[in-house]
């Protein structure tokens, strides 16, 4: 089993951390949030709450307006003198068209000059954890949307993360594809110890995936209140029609319609 755990390090400390883009959006007020190794947080929150604004800082792809932010004690962009690193996949799998999936994969070990021997064997373990082993040399055109999807979880993968930052990734999927890649992620989490930070709109995810959900609301963008996904892993469909489920799943939608209204009333002011 696999729930919060309050005693292991921080991998992710937020603290005071404020977002105002150039355009004067005030994106996020300033927040304060820590995640603990091996713990699944998801962000949930209406439009426009700063979900991916948080994220996307805490993969150093935007700078904080002020706070801190460390990752193991360290500065985002000093991640690697803690020996970690950090996987970003985003909702769209962005793949090269032109070039194979085995390619596509092995973009992020090319660019980091890694030997062509020991990127071919990382691709290929990263493919049989997203079971495409056989896809190597197939062309993402070739490929299903749930398919491309694992392309792009196998491409963060590859440079062997033990911090995963998904930005609704599996948003644009059928549900039954969803749902299948939401256990497969699990699956993955347990394996590889991942620490896991999961944007994303759906209640049910949330609650199937999470060992805590955060809830953010809008306009500025804020942290409103935190629920613990207190069940056990490994989390199975059954779990999915459970009393359980429908009780946290009930305590979300409160809490979302609360952020939701809070957002609309100050629009309306
Ligand atoms: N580059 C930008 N320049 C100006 N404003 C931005 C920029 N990116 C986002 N915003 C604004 O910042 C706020 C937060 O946006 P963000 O995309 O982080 O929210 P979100 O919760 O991820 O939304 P969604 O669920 O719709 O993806 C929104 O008001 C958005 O319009």
Known sequence: MKTDQPSAPAAIEIRGVQKTYPNGTVALQPVDLTV???E???LLGPSGCGKSTLLKMVAGLLEPTSGRLNLWGQGVNQL???GHRLAFVFQAPTLMPWATVQTNVRLP????GVPRAEADARVADALALVGLSRFAKALPRALSGGMQMRVSIARGLVVEPTLLLMDEPFGALDEITRHKLDAD????WQ???LTVVFVTHSIHESVFLSSRVVMMAARPGRIVEEF????????TPDFMVSTEFSHYAKRLQDSLLRASRD???EARA
């Open 36 to 38: 603990r190794e091996g």
């Open 40 to 42: 699944f947080v998801t």
């Open 80 to 82: 690697d003198k803690s």
């Open 109 to 112: 070990l090319d660019l980091a």
């Open 185 to 188: 992620l699990l699956e993955l």
């Open 191 to 193: 394996k590889k110890n």
């Open 228 to 235: 613990a996904i207190d069940q056990p892993y490994p989390r």
């Open 263 to 265: 957002t609309t009333e």
